[in-house]
């Protein structure tokens, strides 16, 4: 069974960084895209970003272009999402996914993910 552990997050204030990690459980890794969702408060989850099995591709949510960007190390099974410029609406619990498919670019669709972290909470104020 495939899990993924995310680390990072936090509160801090507005303009400032945080670090997003998500380790997976898989020898695998590398064969999976990944991708970044968050939902706030009342709100429908929503995607922030992805990135292809091998690095090559990303994209990214209109609201964090140029703030965010998403990165992997497939030697440590690990995706990451460096977070900058943050505003109080980027305030969300942040989850990590798993690509259902593999060798893909990834969705900007949650259902094209089997796999989730446990969520983790970024609080920016103002």
């Known amino acids: 069974q495939v899990q993924l552990a995310q680390s990072g997050g936090g509160l801090v204030q507005a303009g400032g960084s945080l670090r997003l990690s998500c380790a997976a459980s898989?020898?695998?890794?590398?064969?999976?895209?990944m991708s970044w969702f968050r939902q706030a408060p009342g709100k429908e989850r929503e995607f922030v970003s992805r990135?292809?099995?091998?690095?090559?591709?990303?994209s990214y949510a209109d609201f964090v272009k140029g703030r965010f960007t998403i990165s992997r190390d497939n030697a440590k099974n690990t995706v990451y999402l460096q977070m900058n410029s943050l505003k109080p609406e980027d305030t969300a619990v942040y989850f990590c996914?798993?690509?259902?498919?593999?060798?893909?670019?990834?969705?900007?669709?949650?259902?094209?993910?089997?796999?989730w972290g446990q969520g983790t909470q970024v609080t920016v104020s103002s």
């Open positions: 990135i292809s099995f091998n690095g090559g591709s990303t």
């Open positions: 898989v020898r695998t890794f590398s064969i999976y895209a």
């Open positions: 996914a798993k690509d259902r498919f593999t060798y893909g670019l990834g969705s900007s669709s949650a259902f094209g993910y089997d796999v």
